[in-house]
């Protein structure tokens, strides 16, 4: 008994407990607020900075912090000195922010990390129309894959009138009164200058409990990052082994621990599993002997950093070998589509999916483009560009190449062939 207390009381000081995603029209503040909670800036990518806007998953951990003098909702921070009465505040848990892309023509990868949050921050910008496109299809993908549980952010009110302002809100409820998320909290902030920061991390608390993790099953993680952490003109002797980034489904890992890769790295025309070993393990800003479901984490491992870098990974599950779901290379998936195609501006209907069309197919953290051979009532067969590594029942999002862009219209569920 006194060996579950330890763990338990190192995991909540140690490692983040849940992973919030940051979602939402492109520029309307997902980073931002990142920065505003965290003190990070999420896009670090050349391209990202080059562009400002989010490219690739950005990752930040918090901590959440409550004044043990100051009344609600003012006790609540994310410094470790009470910003009311400086007073030193009481660590009361962690989290994982992952801040995905608001870009249309990215919409991929923020489905990629929709799978690996336990609760989402959907921001809306105050001096925009609501809904835009963006914010539709992302809610529309978080409704697919199961999330129920939402905070939205009406941000940018330090650049709009009172008017403005309340116009915007009941625009913001009317779009969520049509989702599952009618009842789901809206915050009035200002991410650049944190106003009402103390609200959001009280509604965090209370909207956000950490779900009961089962550490008996075989452990997955999901890889949404892989690099290559040695600087150009590093030693042969000097070298570090790759580095793989994400968030575990379920079960631990250990440091030291023998760990499979599927579905592997393309060798000439064949995907080849990997093998390696866990030689360490960071999360929360801390090295730790044992991972588990909570957070964004990142694990040390001996893979040679040609195979991880510039996330040639991403996409992967992680398991102990042999203990991991299997590999597809073609897929029967029961359909099920949406009647008018989500984020499109003049609402176009969702035509019924051809034989040879080619759809872009998401599940994990993994992203695919399916080419289509056969075709029943309600199910259809795809021959995939890439493999994936899934259990049988998991959903999938299925998307359609419309113009210039992948269209989200709906969902399927993997079946035996």
């Known amino acids: 008994m006194a060996q579950k207390k330890t763990i338990k009381k190192e995991h909540k000081e140690k490692q983040p407990e849940i992973s919030i995603g940051m979602i939402g029209h492109v520029d309307h503040g997902k980073t931002t607020l990142v920065q505003s909670l965290s003190g990070k800036w999420a896009d670090t990518h050349s391209e990202e900075i080059k562009r400002g806007i989010t490219i690739r998953l950005g990752y930040a951990d918090i901590s959440l912090y409550k004044c043990p003098k100051c009344k609600e909702p ?10 009311s009465c400086a007073s030193e505040c009481e660590l009361i848990r962690k989290a994982s922010l992952v801040d995905a892309p608001g870009h249309e023509s990215l919409m991929a990868t923020m489905l990629c990390g929709a799978t690996i949050i336990d609760g989402a921050i959907l921001l809306v910008a105050a001096n925009e129309e ?28 330090d650049l709009v009138t009172e008017e403005k302002a309340m116009q915007n809100y009941n625009q913001i409820k009317k779009f969520l009164k049509e989702t599952k998320f009618k009842d789901a909290p809206i915050i009035p902030m200002s991410a650049l200058h944190s106003i009402n920061m103390d609200v959001l991390i009280q509604t965090i608390q209370e909207k956000f409990p950490t779900p009961k993790r089962d ?16 600087k150009p003109g590093t030693a042969i002797d000097k070298l570090q082994g790759g580095v793989l980034g994400g968030a575990i489904k379920q079960g631990k890992f250990k440091q030291n621990d023998e760990i499979e890769i599927l579905p592997g790295c393309l060798e000439g025309k064949k995907w080849k599993q990997l093998t390696t070993k866990i030689t360490s393990i960071v999360a ?33 599950v992680i398991g102990h070998p042999g203990k991991l779901p299997p590999v597809w290379n073609e897929i029967n998936l029961e359909a099920h589509l949406l009647k008018r195609v989500v984020g499109a501006k003049d609402k176009l209907i969702v035509e019924p999916i051809k034989k040879t069309e080619f759809l872009m197919l998401n599940v994990n953290s993994a992203a695919t483009v399916g080419i289509v051979q056969e075709i029943s009532k309600k199910s259809i067969k795809c021959i995939l560009r890439k493999p994936i590594c899934a259990e049988k029942g998991a959903k999938m999002t299925i998307s359609r190449r419309l113009g210039q862009r992948w269209r989200l219209i709906g969902y399927g569920i993997i079946k035996e062939h």
Not at 286 to 294: A, D, V
């Open 74 to 83: 003012q006790c609540y921070g994310a410094t470790k000195k009470c910003l």
């Open 130 to 157: 609501c809904p835009q496109p963006q914010t539709q299809e992302h809610l529309m993908a978080l409704e697919m894959i199961g999330l129920d549980k939402i905070i939205v952010i009406q941000n940018k009110i």
């Open 215 to 230: 550490l008996t099953k075989d452990p997955i993680m999901l890889v949404a990052r892989s690099f290559d952490i040695n």
């Open 284 to 316: 929360g800003g801390s090295r730790l002997k044992e991972i588990y479901p909570g957070g964004s984490m990142a694990i040390m491992t001996e893979l040679d950093p040609s195979i991880v870098k510039s996330d040639q990974l991403v996409g992967s």
